[in-house]
């Protein structure tokens, strides 16, 4: 029944680790997105992804790499994690992607990096 | 450039008040939508409300109602009869292509 499915929901990890979140949506949306949530709660988008393809790419170290298989999926890979990476990541998709498409929300992961 | 601001950081009112959390937007784009996203503490966020640059008609949905106005760039949102289960945080975005959000409104409604 779940939408827009992220795992894992909790990923607590070291300094200098690797590691992914999935992202999986069945509501046969065209386009995705990863959101970073900080600690005062600010949203900001990263990448959006229309039918597997970058469409924006926001001003995000490239130790963090999207990748979607196919156009349910997208999944975010970061190297090299650093503290200041813990925060809440969203995905979410759209049907279209077109300025007026409402965004549904996974339930988030929280990223803690020690 | 494309900016929402919530000025309200943080409101608290005692449940049964009614309380509005404002919203002003910045575009240049004649055409964007306006939405509102309600985040409870369990973290999810909830989509409630979307509205075009070109309907500034007021909407009433139950307890909550939205009150576009684009003389004054405001897209606020009240809650009547506020009760517990509205304590959240609340937040307003903008998109014109890609959506962009304000810094979010905490409410707290006591019993």
């Given at each position: 029944d779940t939408a827009v499915s992220q795992t894992p929901k909790y990923l607590v990890t070291q300094m200098g680790n690797d590691k992914s979140i999935k992202c999986e949506q069945?509501?046969?949306?065209?386009t995705m997105y990863w959101y970073k949530q900080d600690s005062k709660k600010f949203l900001k988008i990263m990448f959006s992804y229309n039918n597997k393809e970058l469409i924006i790419n926001e001003t995000v170290p490239n130790r963090f790499s999207p990748k979607s298989p196919d156009k349910a999926h997208l999944n975010l890979h970061i190297n090299s994690l650093e503290l200041g990476d813990s925060a809440v990541y969203f995905c979410a998709s759209s049907?279209?992607?077109?300025?007026?498409d409402p965004l549904h929300f996974g339930n988030g992961t929280r990223l803690t990096v020690t | 450039a494309q900016k929402v601001t919530q000025a309200q950081t943080e409101i608290s009112v005692v449940e049964k008040e009614d309380v509005t959390l404002d919203c002003v937007y910045e575009t240049r784009d004649t055409t964007y939508y306006l939405f509102w996203y309600k985040q409870p503490p369990s973290g999810e966020l909830v989509f409630l409300i979307r509205r075009n640059s070109f309907d500034e008609q007021n909407e009433i949905s139950g307890r909550y109602s939205w009150n576009f106005q684009k003389s004054t760039s405001s897209f606020n949102f009240t809650i009547t009869a506020s009760q517990v289960v509205d304590s959240a945080v609340y937040f307003c975005a903008l998109s014109v292509g890609d959506m962009r959000f304000g810094a979010g409104t905490r409410l707290t409604v006591k019993p």
């Open positions: 069945n509501l046969g949306h065209d049907q279209v992607g077109t300025r007026g | -």
